[in-house]
């Protein structure tokens, strides 16, 4: 396979170089990985480059091209990186629903942890062996349970769409949070309440009136609505599951 052909960096075998008297220093793509990852988690993914990622390890950023070809590689390489802090058994324990969740709260975490990591796989598909690890393990707590391959991996796809767009919606708080100095309850009682009081009061959205009157859901924590959706998910894939 030509140097030039595109391969998928897991794919592509690491370049290994010792440093020694009168040499320069080698590198790893694990270095180089784990130093982008810190750049994006504290200044986000558009200040990670290779210019960047050079000056904080010393040297120049031609040199660190030899280990990482291609940015999208280094984006694969941060992905998979991060994706080793989701902390899962060998082997599902054989019941689904418990299995399912865990992966879905470990995701939670670490997205949570590392904001840019769910915009980048939503735009992008990549198959690094930790992703494949994760993935292998939702599919195999269907296993048994859902006879169709297609139907398993369309739940587990579900699944993931649930905790990528709750993920989402959490980082969103976040960072209007930050942006506007306040808290979402300050946010929520003092920018927007004035302006519900309105639409309620007119009376002309009734469904969104009783929405916000009789919903219990305005009180509850981020991480307990997060719960709250995942149960529903996991009910509709139960009630196949139990066909």
Not at 23 to 43: F, L, N
Not at 67 to 85: A, G, N, S, T
Not at 175 to 182: F, K, P
Request: net charge negative; aromatic share 8%.
């Amino acid at each position: 396979m030509s140097d030039d052909q595109p391969t998928s960096i897991w794919m592509r075998p690491e370049r290994l170089e010792r440093s020694g008297p009168g040499r320069r220093p080698g590198y790893s793509r694990d270095q180089i990985t784990r130093t982008a990852v810190q750049i994006a988690d504290a200044e986000g993914l558009e200040a990670t480059t290779m210019r960047r990622i050079a000056c904080e390890l010393g040297t120049g950023a031609m040199s660190l091209y030899r280990y990482v070809p291609k940015r999208d590689d280094l984006f694969d390489l941060m992905i998979d990186m991060v994706i080793r802090e989701i902390e899962l058994p060998d082997r599902p324990s054989g019941d689904w629903r418990s299995d399912l969740s865990l992966v879905a709260h470990q995701t939670r975490a670490t997205g949570l942890r590392h904001s840019w990591l769910v915009p980048l796989l939503s735009g992008r598909p990549t198959l690094g062996p930790q992703l494949l690890r994760v993935h292998e393990f939702a599919l195999a707590a269907l296993d048994g349970f859902v006879p169709d391959i297609d139907d398993v991996t369309g739940y587990v796809g579900m699944l993931n769409d649930y905790i990528h767009s709750a993920i989402r919606r959490e980082i969103g708080w976040q960072e209007e949070a930050r942006r506007t100095g306040l808290d979402p309850e300050t946010w929520k009682r003092d920018y927007v309440g004035p302006y519900v009081r309105q639409v309620v009061e007119s009376g002309t959205y009734p469904l969104f009136t009783r929405s916000i009157l009789e919903s219990r859901m305005s009180h509850l924590s981020l991480a307990a609505r997060f719960q709250h959706g995942l149960e529903r998910v996991l009910n509709g894939i139960g009630a196949q599951v139990a066909i």
